[in-house]
């Protein structure tokens, strides 16, 4: 009896690993068995089929689950954030007019008006941006009167960010102080810009605010340009997004000549011997000389003091990649 349990047992065992061994074996189809669907095709299509052995399933973004990874920034694609009383506009009219030199399309998004939105507000931009890129052939750049938006939050590449600050303490904001309309002035800040959709981003002189919208620079922005320097902000550009900006130096100094004799650039065109305006000549408030008695000087750092902080760190950022191109590093 011993002896037969022994040999009931082993028997047992022996078949267990049989079975498992032939059920984990892998299908293999054989391209010159006459009765199978390979052995019916063509000679040419069997020769091919000799080395497709094995068939092998790469796992779904689904499958994958919190493993998934999305690439850091697309340097294909460009989202131009567009501070508000900045210069942007001027940024928009070199990329629009350097996508047929360049071989890029510029695309403007609807107007809006620089207003928070709600995740759901937000998912449905990103997706509508995600569309339009896989739509469109790249490379792609975009402006838009919209905030920073978190493309990785809800899974989706990140374009590479850019933008365009200047000084708080400039004219305009002078104007609005001597007429009372410090609200409009407040209104064009920067730092909701750069913070994003929360609404903690809104609120002024908020630490919080300022450390999240440095936090969103140093991670998705490799440019934010300053408009009273901006040629050094066009050295940069062109050497971080050459694709994009090369041949911008030499179209800004077309376009600063005009803006020097008090011609609006949203005025300007294009013909083949380079630069012309169109439209009569205007004086910009911008660029007119102004001084700051020290009354109206003490509020207004007062009133943009976190601002005034963006703005100086920024431009110490940018100084230090000038000074990188320079020197080669």
Not at 106 to 118: E, V
Not at 175 to 196: D, H, N, T, V
Not at 263 to 271: A, K, T, V
């Amino acid at each position: 009896m011993r002896i037969n349990r022994r040999f009931l047992s082993s028997l047992a065992v022996c078949s267990t690993v049989l079975f498992v061994v032939f059920r984990s074996r892998p299908t293999v189809e054989f391209a010159n068995d006459p009765n199978t669907d390979t052995g019916k095709r063509s000679a040419g299509q069997r020769q091919i089929d000799k080395g497709q052995t094995y068939r092998y399933v790469t796992p779904s973004l689904a499958e994958l689950g919190p493993r998934r990874s999305v690439p850091k920034m697309n340097t294909d694609i460009l989202m131009l954030t567009r501070v508000p009383n900045a210069g942007a506009e001027l940024l928009v009219l070199m990329l629009q007019r350097l996508q047929g030199y360049n071989a890029f399309k510029h695309i403007r998004l609807p107007p809006g008006d620089h207003r928070l939105l709600s995740s759901l507000q937000e998912e449905l931009l990103v997706e509508e941006i995600t569309n339009i890129v896989r739509q469109e052939a790249i490379p792609l750049s975009f402006d838009g009167d919209v905030r920073f938006l978190n493309f990785s939050k809800f899974g989706r590449q990140p374009p590479s960010f850019i933008a365009l600050l200047r000084n708080p303490l400039h004219f305009r904001n002078l104007q609005r102080y001597r007429e009372g309309q410090e609200k409009s002035g407040l209104e064009s800040r920067a730092i909701p810009m750069f913070c994003g959709q929360d609404p903690r981003c809104t609120v002024m002189n908020n630490k919080w605010a300022l450390q999240r919208a440095k936090a969103n620079i140093i991670e998705w922005y490799p440019v934010v340009g300053i408009l009273d320097c901006m040629e050094q902000s066009i050295n940069v550009l062109e050497q971080k997004f050459p694709y994009f900006f090369r041949g911008a130096k030499e179209m800004y100094k077309k376009i600063r000549k005009y803006i020097r004799n008090g011609i609006p650039f949203d005025s300007f065109d294009f013909n083949r011997s380079g630069l012309r305006c169109l439209g009569p000549k205007k004086k910009y408030v911008s660029d007119i000389p102004y001084t700051l008695d020290p009354r109206e000087k003490d509020y207004l750092v007062r009133l943009f003091e976190d601002e005034l902080k963006l703005y100086r760190w920024l431009k110490f950022r940018l100084f230090n990649e000038t000074l990188k191109s320079v020197i080669g590093t």
